[in-house]
C-alpha cells in the first residue's frame, strides 16, 4: 500500500514541481521588458527613476534607458559616463 501511495506521489508531485519551475523562468521584468519599447520620457526622468529603485536589474533598466535618451537628447558625454557607470556596477558584482 505505501508503495504504490509513493509511486502516485512521484507521478503527481514530479510533473507539478517542473510546471512552477517553468512558470517561475519565464516571468519577465516589466521595467526590462520595457527597453524594447520606444523611451517617451526625458533622460532626466529615467535617471532620477533609477536612483530610486532597489533591484538591480530595474536600476540598470532605467539607466539604459537614460542612455538612449541621452543620445537623442545630444548629450553624448552624459551617455558615455552613465554607460560607463553601469559597466562599473556590473564589473563589481562578478
Known sequence: ??????????????PTAIALFISACSSVNPVTESIKNEAYSS???????????????????????????????????????TFSEILTAEMNEV
Request: glycine share 0%; aromatic share 8%.
Open 43 to 81: 533622460s532626466e526622468f529615467y535617471i532620477n527613476k533609477a536612483d530610486q529603485t532597489k533591484e538591480a536589474e530595474d536600476k540598470i533598466s532605467y539607466q539604459l534607458l537614460a542612455v538612449r535618451k541621452l543620445i537623442d537628447e545630444n548629450k553624448e558625454y552624459e551617455a558615455q559616463n
Open 1 to 14: 500500500m505505501a508503495t504504490i501511495l509513493n509511486h502516485t506521489m512521484k507521478k503527481a508531485l514530479v
